[in-house]
């Protein structure tokens, strides 16, 4: 069968400032540097974000690899602690002139950029004063947007407030993964909701400025399934709905907080603090589209024991995971390959927000000690990579068939890369990147991309 896809479809993919810059140079320390700082231990090998694939000094080698591996588009990140050290004030003379480098570059390669203005990481100095627990941060969020756009606005037509906003909460203030390894549902509500402001701020400011691009930003609003039609399981991933996808989703692309997330949150004593303004700065600043990451579905399952009053509050007290039976499994992470819900999340957005355009901002497939698959020249060949691609995307594509607005693919990631708390463990590269000689070198799957997007589909 042919999957041929809509013309000026976006092939590309999505890396991070914090996962593959390189820390050892100029920029200002950030929460990741101090979480590494405070617990080695709990980095994959002990590695933090120490040098990495080093894309700061290596750029244009990198770049050219993404163009021999077909991409037209990349979302990429500014660190924002490279671009305004400290996180107030003046940008860095020399980071402006190092972020302009790399869009000549990616210019002179036609590859579009998608500009994200955070994944993940923030200026430590930020962090000290609340993070987005704290309004002024917010405040400071919005500064560092407008001096983004009015430094590259009239090169950057596409450009993203937030990566997964809901993990820095969730990282942070949940389930301690991301410093500061604060355990609070209340709180996490609260930076959430902070989140949603500055998001909101960001988008105003883009607007003021009257550049001619577009605003969006990328929501991992993996889809979840209750294990059964029963009133129970129904209702658990309700919950979990309302708390992992409405969340985000609502206000930002209809403008308006979803009203049972509301409901849930007074019943249990979690309202965040609020200013009589928010509601109208939500409200007008509905973005131009939306990116969507996918890896894998949340199954979820009413909870089986009565859980102890005096137990932390969680999003866990509402709901339990389960595993579907006989999963198909991503080898290094446990995580289940499950291709339909890349459809059903797509069809989500066709059929309850009005098709709003979106795009597929990340989905790939994390595997550990591929350097097992090497053949006999020294190229990784990934099979599983392209079937994990070909299965994702005529899924992508059947929604398209079927009227959804979806207009591009990002696969995450194009090069190898670090990986938080797990280094190098999962790679999802195209392209190999071996961190004891720093070579690069294209695997089959990287071949594979290329002519997917040269020939905008596949045949399988
Ligand atoms: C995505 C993030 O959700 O998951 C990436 O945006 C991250 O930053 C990716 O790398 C995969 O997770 P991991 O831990 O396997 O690298």
């Not at 080695?40 to 290596?58: A, D, I, Q």
């Not at 994390?366 to 392209?386: A, C, P, S």
């Amino acid at each position: 069968m042919k999957y041929l896809f809509p013309e000026n479809f976006y092939w590309g993919g999505a890396s991070s400032a914090l996962q593959t810059e390189g820390s050892d140079t100029s920029r200002g320390k950030t929460t990741m540097d101090k979480f590494f700082e405070e617990a080695p231990t709990r980095f994959y090998n002990g590695m933090g974000p120490g040098k990495l694939s080093n894309f700061y000094e290596n750029y244009a080698e990198d770049i050219a690899l993404l163009k021999k591996a077909g991409l037209n588009s990349l979302r990429f990140s500014i660190s924002w602690a490279r671009l305004i050290p400290g996180g107030r004030g003046e940008a860095d003379r020399e980071a402006v002139e190092y972020y302009n480098r790399v869009i000549d570059e990616f210019e002179k390669n036609g590859i579009e950029l998608f500009m994200n203005l955070h994944h993940f990481d923030l200026p430590i100095e930020l962090q000290n004063e609340g993070g987005f627990e704290s309004r002024d941060v917010v405040e400071a969020y919005v500064e560092y947007a407008r001096t983004c756009f009015q430094l590259f606005g009239k090169r950057i037509k596409k450009w993203c407030t937030f990566n997964e906003p809901i993990v820095t909460p969730e990282g942070g203030y949940l389930y301690d993964f991301h410093y500061p390894n604060v355990v609070d549902f209340k709180r996490a509500v609260q930076v959430a909701y902070n989140m949603i402001i500055a998001h909101s701020k960001a988008v105003a400011e883009y607007r003021k400025l009257n550049l001619g691009g577009e605003i969006f930003t990328v929501l991992n609003i993996t889809p979840i399934y209750p294990r059964s039609s029963n009133e129970k399981d129904m209702k658990a991933a309700k919950i979990a709905d309302l708390i992992f996808v409405r969340s985000f989703l609502d206000p930002f692309v209809k403008g308006e907080f979803n009203e049972e997330l509301k409901e849930f949150l007074k019943d249990n004593g979690l309202m965040p603090e609020t200013q009589p303004q928010d509601k109208e700065i939500v409200k007008n600043n509905i973005i131009d589209f939306l990116g969507l990451n996918y890896y894998q579905p949340r199954r979820v399952k009413a909870k089986e024991h009565i859980v102890n009053p005096d137990s932390v509050l969680l999003p866990e007290s509402f709901f339990d995971y389960y595993d579907m039976q006989g999963k198909k499994m991503n080898t290094s992470r446990g995580w289940e390959i499950y291709p339909k819900a890349i459809y059903d999340m797509l069809m989500t957005m066709k059929n309850e927000y009005n098709n709003f355009r979106c795009f597929i901002a990340e989905n790939g497939m994390g595997v550990q000690d591929e350097h097992k698959f090497r053949n006999k020249n020294g190229v990784i060949e990934d099979d599983y990579r392209i079937q994990f691609f070909k299965e994702h995307l005529s899924y992508v594509h059947k929604a398209i068939q079927e009227g959804s607005s979806c207009f591009g693919y990002h696969m995450w990631t194009p090069i190898d890369n670090w990986s938080m708390i797990n280094e190098y463990k999962n790679r999802y590269g195209l392209i190999e990147f071996s961190i004891e000689s720093g070579n690069r070198q294209l695997k089959k799957s990287g071949l594979w991309f290329n002519e997917l997007s040269k020939n905008n589909g596949f045949d399988d």
